[in-house]
């Protein structure tokens, strides 16, 4: 069964900037379509960000698009969030996900929300402070 591990997390200054890595020990990532996702204390879970299983197609959430960027490395099998000029808001813990494959093909349009995941990782806390 498919497992997700995220890294990459810490404590960063505003202004910072970090990597997040997902990776899925003993099993392949390339023929998923994979997105992030954020929650932060005592709000709701939002997207940020969703790639597509090619890698040619990518999505933003507007409150990070030009800040973060989504790439994948099937080489390594890994998914990575590159977190640029990070602010106070975006103190979250942050997950990596694996759609359905059925709904897959969407991920060139927008972003599925969380109803459309298969699997879940464990999370990684970014806390963005001075």
């Known amino acids: 069964q498919l497992q997700l591990v995220e890294s990459g997390g810490g404590l960063v200054q505003p202004g910072g900037s970090l990597r997040l890595s997902c990776a899925a020990p003993?099993?392949?990532?390339?023929?998923?379509?994979i997105g992030w996702f954020r929650q932060a204390p005592g709000k709701e879970r939002e997207g940020v960000s969703c790639?597509?299983?090619?890698?040619?197609?990518?999505k933003y959430v507007d409150s990070v698009k030009d800040r973060f960027t989504i790439s994948r490395d099937d080489a390594k099998n890994t998914v990575y969030l590159q977190l640029n000029s990070l602010k106070p808001e975006d103190t979250a813990v942050y997950y990596c996900?694996?759609?359905?494959?059925?709904?897959?093909?969407?991920?060139?349009?927008?972003?599925?929300?969380?109803?459309?995941?298969?699997?879940w990782g464990q999370g990684t806390l970014v806390t963005v402070s001075p």
């Open positions: 996900a694996v759609f359905k494959r059925a709904i897959a093909a969407i991920v060139r349009l927008h972003c599925p929300g969380g109803e459309y995941v298969e699997v």
């Open positions: 003993g099993s392949t990532l390339q023929t998923h379509a």
């Open positions: 790639i597509s299983r090619s890698g040619d197609s990518t």
